[in-house]
């Protein structure tokens, strides 16, 4: 297996980031397509191969999009990581308005269920006779 140029361990190929992420590797090469990771280099064979960092961005990825944060603001947290800078600010700022995103959803669901139990409290059963 080809090493990496990072001293925290080899390359890995993209069935073994899939094992070690919990992605499919359809996902990993859609973020790849993407633009949110980046392979480390190509082995001769011509596969993929990621290092730890890679691996690393694939993991807060998969934490992101469970919470259903979009891959824009993925992008955005990505980068400010990516460039060293603190990105507590950012994260905090994606997670509030997923955050407000739940909460309008969830009265909408409300709003819904309420309709629903209107409609069955004045259900009439037809006795399978049409009217």
Not at 31 to 58: I, N, T
Not at 91 to 100: D, E, V
């Amino acid at each position: 297996m080809a090493s990496d140029n990072y001293s925290d361990g080899p390359a890995l190929k993209i069935g073994q980031v899939a094992k070690n992420t919990g992605l499919s590797v359809k996902t990993i090469r859609f973020y790849c397509d993407q633009g949110l990771v980046v392979p480390s280099c190509r082995s001769e064979g011509g596969y993929r191969l990621f290092d730890q960092h890679a691996v690393a961005d694939l993991v807060i990825i998969r934490a992101l999009r469970s919470m259903d944060v979009p891959l824009g603001e993925i992008r955005k947290i990505l980068d400010v990581r990516r460039s060293g800078v603190c990105n507590c600010a950012t994260l905090k700022n994606s997670i509030q308005g997923q955050s407000a995103s739940i909460e309008r959803r969830v009265s909408e669901l409300l709003v819904m269920k309420e309709e629903l139990d209107r409609l069955l409290a004045g259900w009439q059963d037809c006795g399978g006779v049409k009217s």
